[in-house]
């Protein structure tokens, strides 16, 4: 797929010293030159344009090189590209938390900007320690998380991640053990949920959970009422509850956070991906007054140990301040909804096809489920050969387009994986 003969010369130079994600070195195939992107595609080397059908990791839901967002990180480069933001404080940043603040479910008033999603859940779970222990409770050190659960690649969201069927395997041996549970499906669920929180609330911080879509553990769904149901449980059980809404949030699942949906509020959320509009990299922890009021102290040992380097940076926060411009001027709501009706109408005919287990749509986002076992690593580059960017896991091929996508792109990408399960032996 790759002529290496007229691949760019700094992709041959460059790429045998470059460690690529996710991947084994030894086999993997070589990965695809890049040289420009715009609206919903992307440009390869040899002048190929694929229609992107996850949108970068789930993050680029303005489309690519957004005119208003590139004019205000150029002004913000102009400026003051980055400063430490310990002792100092800027209009970028405080601007974002004040407008993060008015738009996450009422009461997550209190902000904390990370450099990326992994460090905002990683960031989560230390709040979420330390809550207890200003409180007195220094016993509640464990976390109740779910199967198929994906909350980041470092260490700490790791161990809330499945640690038996996620991709993260090979670290279980090094990672604190926290409580695993099936995600409840139904009453009966969450009855069970209660049981197990009878026995094990007390030695519990928080409760984490992607709200209505769990993603990279295969794109699997539960509904509002469950996720109200858990929701609930917490609070009945005094233990905090964390919504990662990195995936899910700026309207990817059809309202501003998949939280609202159920008409639930967190103690503490996550955000990340589309924060920025998928052009840097930021995330972003909100927590509650009562959850921040309990750092409050004279006792300098109760405070939030917690400050990287480039928190806050000033170009990641006129990115965010401009993508939250585009929301307020275009209202995703709806198109949202849209692209729900058309991702499941469309997507449906692959029902009928050998080997699949099921077809869903939940806003923005449309999955083919395939049989365990299935080697959908093998159909990446039939993705390719038709055009389109869509990078298939697990046992699901998946489309997340960027929100802006318009319907003629996304038919091409719906067609292209009719096409590709179909021709599939
Ligand atoms: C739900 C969820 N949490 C956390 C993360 C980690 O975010 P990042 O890749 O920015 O570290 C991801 C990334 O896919 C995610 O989907």
Redesign the pocket.
């Known amino acids: 797929m790759i002529d290496a003969d007229r691949s760019p010369e700094w992709y041959s130079r460059g790429l045998p010293h470059a460690w690529l994600p996710y991947c084994q070195m030894k086999v993997a195939p070589p990965p695809l030159p890049v040289v420009r992107a715009h609206g919903c595609r992307i440009v390869l080397a040899d002048g190929r344009e694929l229609i992107d059908g996850i949108a970068s990791?789930?993050s680029a839901c303005h489309g690519y090189n957004h005119p208003h967002i590139r004019a205000a990180v150029e002004r913000q480069l102009a400026v003051m590209p980055h400063v430490m933001f310990g002792g100092l404080a800027h209009e970028p940043a405080l601007a974002l938390a004040a407008r993060l603040a008015a738009m996450a479910p009422a009461g997550l008033a209190r902000v904390f900007f990370t450099d990326?999603?992994?460090?905002a859940?990683e960031v989560a779970l230390k709040i979420a320690l330390q809550f207890w222990l200003n409180r007195g409770q220094p016993g509640r050190t464990r976390f109740l998380c779910f199967a198929n659960g994906?909350?980041?690649?470092t260490l700490g969201?790791m161990a809330v991640s499945d640690p038996e069927r996620s991709m993260h395997r090979a670290f279980a041996h090094g990672l604190p053990r926290h409580h695993v549970v099936d995600i409840p499906e139904d009453p009966s669920g969450l009855a069970d949920l209660d049981r197990f929180l009878e026995r094990h609330a007390n030695g519990i911080a928080a409760m984490i959970v992607?709200p209505l879509v769990q993603?990279?553990g295969g794109m699997r769904f539960h509904s509002p009422e469950v996720l109200a149901g858990m929701r609930r449980l917490a609070t009945a059980h005094d233990i905090l509850f964390i919504a990662?809404e990195?995936?899910t949030g700026f309207w990817r699942t059809g309202d501003r956070f998949a939280c609202e949906t159920a008409g639930i509020r967190p103690d503490i959320l996550?955000v990340?991906?589309a924060l920025t509009g998928g052009t840097m990299?930021m995330?972003a922890t909100l927590a509650t007054e009562e959850v921040f009021a309990a750092f409050l102290s004279d006792d300098w040992d109760a405070a939030l140990m917690h400050g990287p380097t480039f928190m806050a940076n000033p170009l990641a926060c006129a990115a965010a301040n401009a993508s939250l411009d585009l929301f307020e001027r275009e209202p995703k709501a709806d198109r949202v909804r849209q692209i729900e009706v058309r991702l499941r109408d469309r997507l449906e005919p692959c029902r009928a096809l050998p080997g699949i287990v099921d077809v869903r749509a939940r806003g923005a986002i449309g999955v083919v489920q395939l049989e365990q076992g299935t080697d959908v690593y093998s159909l990446r580059p039939r993705f390719v050969a038709e055009g389109v960017w869509i990078r298939p896991f697990k046992d699901v091929v998946y489309l997340m387009p960027p929100l802006v996508i318009d319907d003629d792109e996304l038919d091409i990408l719906i067609s292209a994986v009719r096409t590709v399960l179909a021709a599939r032996r």
Not at 116 to 119: D, K, L, Q
Not at 150 to 153: E, K, S, V
């Open positions: 990791w789930w990326s999603g992994s460090i859940v994906y909350h980041g690649d969201a992607e993603g990279a990662d990195i995936a996550c990340g991906k990299t995330g």
